[in-house]
C-alpha cells in the first residue's frame, strides 16, 4: 500500500511541474516581430459617406503574428488620395495617428477624428479658413504595437499593416481644431471696451494656446508694452466689461504688484474677477505672458 501511494504522489508531482512549466511559458512568452498583417476591405468602400459628429466609419484587420495571442495596441493613420498616391496625416515627418487607440481588431472610427484628420492634412488652422472639398477618397492604415503597462512600445513589436484601404466618396466637415485663446485688457490696449465691435483692435491683444495643447487651457503671449503705470486684466471672449473678465481679485480695483528680478507669479481668478494687476512705474519692453486656467497660476516675464 505504501509502494502504491508514493508511486501516486511521483506522479502528481511530475503533473504539477509539467503544469508549472506551461504557466511560466503562457505568462511569459517569446514576442515574434511580426512581418505583416492586413486591412480587410469595407463593403462601405463605394458608398457616399457625410462624416459629422454622430457617425463613425467601421474597420477590421487581421492580428499581427506576435507568436501568441498578444494584447496589441492598434492605432489608425487616415490620408487622402489623389491621383493614385496617399498624402498620410503627419507631423514633422512622422506619422500622425488619430487620437482614440484600439485593443480589438474591429474599429468604429469617429467620424469627427477622421474630419480633423483630413482638415489638418488640407492645411487649415483656423476654423474661419474652412472650404469644403467635397466627396474624396480617403485612405487607411493600421499601426499594431504590444506596449508596457507604462505605455512604452516593446522593440520589435511595432508595425504598419502591409496594405490600405480606401472609402472613395468621403466627406469632412468643418472640424478644425483651433488654439483657443484669451484677451488683454488694459491701459495698454487703450480699455476699449472688450465687445464684438474691438473685435479688430484685439485681434493683436491675444494670447493663445501651443499648437500642440489644444484644449489646455493654457495661454501664452509676448506683448511689447510702453513704459509707465502698466494696469491689466484678461477676458475669456469679447462680451462686455463684466461676463467673461479675470484677474488677481473679485473687486473692480487695481492690486499693487512687482516684478522680482524680471519675473512676476501670482494667482488669477477666473469668474468674473474685474481687479487689475498693477506695476507702477514699469520701464517699458518685452513681456512674456503665460496664463494657466486650470492651476489659476499666471507668470509674467520681462525679455
Not at 115 to 129: N, P, Q, R, T, V
Not at 130 to 152: D, H, L, P, W
Request: some cysteine; charged content about 20%.
Amino acid at each position: 500500500m505504501k509502494k502504491i501511494l508514493s508511486l501516486a504522489l511521483m506522479i502528481l508531482g511530475g503533473f504539477a511541474m509539467l503544469t508549472s512549466c506551461s504557466t511560466d511559458n503562457d505568462s511569459n512568452p517569446t514576442i515574434k516581430s511580426p512581418t505583416k498583417f492586413s486591412i480587410n476591405a469595407s463593403p462601405m468602400a463605394d458608398q457616399y459617406i457625410q462624416l459629422s459628429q454622430d457617425n463613425n466609419v467601421n474597420l477590421t484587420w487581421s492580428q499581427p503574428d506576435y507568436g501568441y495571442n498578444a494584447f496589441a495596441t492598434y492605432q489608425i493613420q487616415v490620408g487622402l488620395v489623389k491621383d493614385g498616391q496617399v498624402t498620410w496625416f503627419e507631423k514633422d515627418g512622422k506619422p500622425k495617428f488619430l487620437a482614440s487607440t484600439y485593443t480589438v481588431c474591429n474599429a468604429n472610427i469617429s467620424g469627427e477624428e477622421i474630419s480633423e484628420a483630413l482638415c489638418a492634412i488640407d492645411g487649415f488652422k483656423y476654423a474661419e479658413d474652412y472650404v469644403s472639398q467635397g466627396f474624396r477618397e480617403v485612405a487607411f492604415r493600421v499601426y499594431s504595437s504590444i506596449n508596457t503597462s507604462m505605455k512604452a512600445e516593446v522593440a520589435g513589436t511595432g508595425i504598419l499593416s502591409d496594405n490600405y484601404v480606401t472609402f472613395k466618396h468621403m466627406a469632412a466637415y468643418n472640424a478644425v481644431k483651433s488654439p483657443g485663446y484669451i484677451y488683454l485688457v488694459g491701459n495698454c490696449t487703450d480699455w476699449q471696451t472688450p465687445n464684438a465691435g474691438n473685435t479688430e483692435h484685439y485681434s493683436t491683444w491675444r494670447l493663445f494656446e501651443k499648437d500642440d495643447e489644444i484644449g489646455s487651457k493654457v495661454y501664452y503671449g509676448t506683448f511689447d508694452l510702453p513704459a509707465g503705470d502698466l494696469q491689466f486684466r484678461f477676458y475669456k471672449a469679447l462680451t462686455g466689461w463684466d461676463a467673461d473678465s479675470m484677474g488677481p481679485q473679485v473687486d473692480d480695483s487695481g492690486v499693487p504688484s512687482e516684478f522680482s528680478g524680471s519675473v512676476f507669479e501670482g494667482s488669477i481668478m477666473i469668474d468674473k474677477a474685474k481687479g487689475t494687476w498693477l506695476f507702477s512705474g514699469f520701464a517699458g519692453g518685452t513681456v512674456e505672458m503665460k496664463v494657466d486656467l486650470n492651476q489659476k497660476k499666471v507668470k509674467f516675464e520681462i525679455k
